[in-house]
């Protein structure tokens, strides 16, 4: 690119001695020219005179132009225009040639004639990507056009250039519904464009650079792509990756040595009985657990107080279930019911019958009014809060259940060996999935590619929705004829934990394998555990009526790490129970 000098050549001084005038004078070149080194190991710039010199203090394996135009691109996006143009001229490359230049400076001006007449020169290599580009100036043209409000030469844009360069027709038909805009202010609303006074002409230029050769052209913030990307394969080789990775470009990423601080954070004592559950609400702000004796509790991430205790169950709570906006829970019991709690008031809105044996299972769909249920009566119902079951099909004994409504799938472990996956519109079985053993519960991925089964015999397996393939397996904690509740957790998912029946939390690295911590927390069986990214903590419940809360990660939020360990909710713990056998009708199911 050609830009102003600062000053003269005299006047900028990059440490060097300063070259004469009759150097200053010699033609530059364009970085063709080889480099010589004399026998003390100075090596001239390409197109620099015999006496200009430098020192090579290493030898890069990296093509010396493609490194210099880089270093260019990155003083031009920072505003250092004199020390770009130094380098030019000493180094004898140019960030970009004259028809390029050109190219840029009139798209950003909005030059539209000129951008057309350089497009020719700027060596896009094929006919149809020269259409594509010339497409992506049109739009803009013409939606500026029309922000002026000139609707006619818009309409002859379209009408006469346009249509002629795709047969998208669809995108056709919206640029024509935006000549109805009646102001700009409609226009960029409806178009999603910032106009002509905002970045949209950068944009523009952003996307034609992939017509455009990298060597005549460089790739827009080149460098700051080249960071990012060693940042992120830092970050995923990182085995014990949990904490974001800063944008420090002096040392390399490495996390702490350890998942989870040494410690926990707060135990929670509230329940009389063993807790077979435990969720956090979509934005962190609660913890709802569930227990044994037949009630739900609703604790405050602040602080760990308790906030609710929801009572109403005739039978054991084993499930439970958040509205997508938080403001509702969803509880499911052995009394073969499913009720809604107002989150605010802690009331009971509304109690479901319809199931003819445990409800097992209970997840809301994309709004705060359906939901779908899974019992052992071999029923699945879609529920509405204001016109109870609106749908329902048999299925086999419903042992567990999860639902991508990414995919739009539900999955649906059976109370022996298989997932059973259905449609989830219409609720249309398509095919299954099949595991050597008994399978105790499901948990499925933030991005719904994933799924893990934990299943009777201790192991723990990792199936790739897409390929329908088991993918990984984890192993190392005790698992028998209990419900154990697994997830994953962690930055991008990127553990996986679960409770082992000696009391002990488990985590792995999911892409390796890897055990990582054995964390010991509780003084029975871990029946389930449950991630928040919003509330920066893992929660385990166990059968010794507690729930234990570890800090998400070294270097989590300060008010989180530093909450006094001795705040525990001292709520009501006077009642224990027996260690019997029958901890849940759902788990006698699959014996």
Not at 180 to 205: H, I, Q, Y
Not at 346 to 365: I, N, P, R, V
Request: glycine share 6%; with cysteine.
């Amino acid at each position: 690119m050609t830009l102003p000098l600062g000053g003269s050549a005299n006047n900028i001084s990059n440490g060097h001695t300063s070259s004469s005038e009759h150097q200053d004078s010699q033609p530059l070149s364009n970085g063709n020219s080889s480099s010589t080194s004399n026998n003390n190991g100075l090596c001239r710039f390409p197109g620099q005179p015999q006496q200009t010199s430098r020192t090579c203090l290493r030898k890069s394996p990296y093509n010396e132009e493609q490194v210099v135009r880089l270093i260019m691109q990155e003083l031009h996006d920072r505003g250092f225009v004199d020390t770009l143009n130094l380098l030019e001229r000493e180094s004898g490359f140019t960030l970009e040639d004259e028809p390029i230049s050109r190219f840029r400076a009139s798209i950003l001006a909005g030059n539209w004639s000129e951008v057309e007449h350089t497009l020719s020169s700027i060596g896009i290599d094929s006919e149809e990507n020269r259409n594509a580009a010339l497409f992506a100036i049109k739009k803009q043209q013409f939606l500026e056009l029309l922000e002026d409000r000139k609707l006619k030469q818009a309409l002859l844009i379209l009408q006469n250039e346009l249509s002629t360069l795709t047969q998208d027709i669809p995108q056709l038909h919206r640029l024509s519904s935006l000549l109805m805009c009646p102001s700009p202010e409609e226009l960029r609303t409806a178009a999603s464009w910032d106009g002509s006074e905002g970045r949209s002409r950068f944009s523009v230029l952003e996307s034609l650079q992939s017509y455009i050769s990298p060597g005549k052209m460089v790739p827009v913030h080149r460098m700051e792509t080249l960071f990012n990307q060693a940042i992120e394969w830092q970050s995923e080789v990182c085995e014990r990756h949990v904490v974001p990775a800063d944008h420090d470009l002096y040392t390399d990423h490495v996390c702490a040595s350890s998942v989870f601080p040494p410690e926990l954070l707060i135990t929670l004592r509230g329940h009389t009985d063993e807790v077979w559950y435990v969720a956090f609400s979509p934005d962190g702000r609660y913890l709802a657990s569930a227990s044994r004796d037949k009630t739900c509790i609703l604790w405050s991430t602040k602080d760990y107080s308790l906030v609710h205790k929801l009572e109403g169950h005739e039978g054991e709570v084993s499930y439970l279930s958040w509205s997508p906006n938080g403001k509702y829970l969803l509880s499911a019991s052995t009394d073969k019911t499913i009720r809604l709690w107002n989150v605010a008031s802690g009331e009971c809105m509304q109690t479901f019958t319809g199931h003819e044996e445990t409800a097992s299972s209970c997840k809301w769909l994309d709004d705060e009014d359906r939901f779908i249920t899974g019992s052992m009566d071999q029923k699945i119902l879609i529920w509405s809060t204001k016109s109870n079951i609106i749908k329902q099909i048999s299925s086999p004994r419903v042992h567990d259940m999860v639902i991508s409504l990414e995919c739009g799938l539900l999955l649906a472990a059976d109370n022996r060996t298989s997932i059973h996956v259905y449609d989830l519109s219409t609720l249309t079985f398509l095919y299954k999935l099949e595991e050597p053993t008994a399978i105790m519960s499901l948990a499925l991925s933030s991005d719904s590619k994933y799924c893990l089964t934990e299943l009777r015999n201790g192991s723990l397996h990792m199936w790739d929705l897409e390929t329908r393939t088991r993918v990984r397996d984890f192993s190392g904690h005790i698992q028998g004829s209990y419900v154990i509740r697994c997830t994953f957790a962690g930055l991008e998912d990127r553990f996986v934990a679960t409770g082992s029946e000696d009391g002990t939390l488990f985590v792995w690295n999911r892409k390796t394998g890897r055990l990582l911590e054995r964390l010991k927390s509780h003084t029975k069986s871990i029946n389930g555990c449950a991630w928040s990214d919003q509330a920066a903590a893992l929660a385990t419940a166990a059968d010794d009526k507690t729930i234990c809360i570890w800090p998400a990660y070294r270097g989590a939020p300060s008010d989180l790490i530093s909450k006094n360990k001795t705040s525990q909710n001292l709520a009501s713990s006077s009642t224990s129970s027996a260690d019997g056998d029958d901890k849940s009708m759902i788990s006698n199911a699959a014996q």
